[in-house]
């Protein structure tokens, strides 16, 4: 019985080990331009025990000690071939050091090196049809597996998002039959819509530019304050005009930074971005540029542009399937706009004619500018931002939040609360 006990004890303090599950590699694939760029993940640990070299279990020493002949070793085991058995071109890009991680008090995991490389066809080979012949790591230490997924393949709609898996790949299936050809023109451009509207939804900072715009609307500007309800048309009228100048500005841009004409650096993009927000919430307190609005949103539809660029210039597309991405992405952006104007401005313009308008503008217009400033700290100096995830807790409860103001619209137009103003004259509207 004691000896029972003892093997129980034995087994249980092997358990974790057993359930330990041995890292595996990744190979990310991207459809560009003239062939497929791909980035390896492969963990040292495995890669000691399949190169069979003492590497150091740390990803800088690795690279500095064995680069170039882990290079070399690389360039030998990954081996694309055309449809018709010619090899494809294979060139290193780049080693780069990713250090272990220890998630939640678990013990670190190994630390990787990753491997990003371009695999170019042969002279009048497709680039969407190929055979990938691997066995990093695997060729020796056949316990080992390589996952391969897509990152990117615009004619079959994979843009953004999550990888789609391909298959794994190990000892005994040390080859892939890789077939995008069934791919259109439709799909790349409908998943470039796709993406454009979620980019909107899912950018709180964005959301909130648009709400800073829509907030003094409907008003008229009398001096250096917000006066009396300017009318449904007068409102209409200069939503359309803003919201048209921040299209073309971001458009602009858009087009320019996708094409790689200019690039600033995104941290300056973003700090950007969160000045223009804080600006416009200044604006939807105290009209601080009467009648100019059209030319400030232009000016900051100019560096929204550049920022929503970032999100195209990775695909690696040739000019003409960039401009149709550019066209489908803006697109999406504009069709994402338009609903977020047509599902809250109706209720803006009627809160507009009531005494309860003027403290949920200032309501709404101090919360957009406590949320720039955070984003502004954040992305500027770095700073924790904790009011950023108490903006984004309260985006994910938007359709809520627009319920809610049609509700006080509604019930505050059927209960006869007395005008907030005057009307003012349509003309001073903007």
């Known amino acids: ?29 991207r459809l560009q331009r003239g062939g497929i760029g791909a980035r390896l993940i492969l963990p040292i640990i495995e890669l000691r025990l399949g190169w069979q070299k003492p590497l150091p279990m740390d990803a800088v020493e690795t690279i500095r000690q064995y680069g170039p002949e882990l290079k070399g070793y690389v360039i030998q ?6 449809p018709d058995g010619r090899p494809w071109t294979v060139r290193i890009q780049s080693l780069t050091p990713i250090a272990a991680q220890a998630p ?33 790591i695997f060729h020796r230490l056949i316990t080992h597996t390589a996952i391969v997924s897509l990152a990117s393949d615009w004619r079959n709609g994979v843009v953004g998002g999550s990888p789609v898996l391909l298959g794994t790949m190990r000892d005994t299936q040390p080859s892939m039959v890789i077939d995008r050809s069934w791919g259109s023109w ?60 921040f299209t073309v500005g971001h458009s602009v841009t858009l087009l320019l930074g996708a094409l790689g004409c200019v690039h600033p650096p995104e941290s300056l ?21 009467r009648g100019k609005e059209i030319f400030i949103a232009g000016g ?68 957009t500018g406590v949320a720039a400033l955070g984003w502004m700290a954040e992305r500027a100096l770095g700073w924790n931002n904790p009011v950023g995830v108490w903006v984004d807790r309260a985006a994910a409860h938007a359709l809520v939040i627009v319920a809610g103001l049609a509700l006080l619209s509604l019930l505050a137009s059927l209960g006869g609360v007395a005008a907030s103003g005057r009307h003012g004259p349509p003309a001073e509207a903007g």
């Open 1 to 29: 019985m004691r000896r029972l006990f003892l093997v129980l004890l034995l087994l249980m303090t092997m358990a974790p080990a057993w359930g330990h599950a041995m890292p595996s590699s990744d190979v990310i694939l």
């Open 77 to 82: 085991h990954v081996r694309p071939t055309a």
């Open 104 to 136: 939640n008090g678990f013990v670190a995991s190994s630390p990787d090196v990753q491997v990003d490389l371009t695999m170019t066809p042969p002279p009048d080979a497709p680039t969407d049809r190929l055979t990938l012949h691997y066995d990093v």
């Open 186 to 245: 439709f799909r790349g451009f409908a998943a470039l819509f796709r993406l454009g509207a979620r980019h909107i939804a899912e950018g709180t900072d964005h959301l909130l530019f648009l709400l800073a715009l829509l907030l003094p609307a409907p008003l008229v500007a009398a001096g250096r304050r917000w006066g009396g309800y300017a009318g449904a048309r007068a409102a209409l009228r200069r939503i359309v005009k803003i919201v048209t100048a």
């Open 269 to 289: 993009i973003e700090s950007a971005i969160a000045l223009s927000i804080f600006v416009s919430a200044v604006h939807a307190l105290v009209p601080i540029f």
């Open 300 to 367: 900051f539809g100019l560096v929204h542009g550049l920022a929503f660029a970032a999100t195209l210039t990775e695909f690696g597309l040739d000019p003409l399937t960039m401009a149709s991405s550019v066209l489908g992405f803006n697109l999406g952006i504009e069709a994402f706009q338009l609903l977020v104007i047509l599902i809250t401005m109706p209720w803006l313009i009627l809160l507009a004619r009531t005494r309860l308008y003027p403290p949920l503008r200032v309501a709404g217009a101090c919360l």
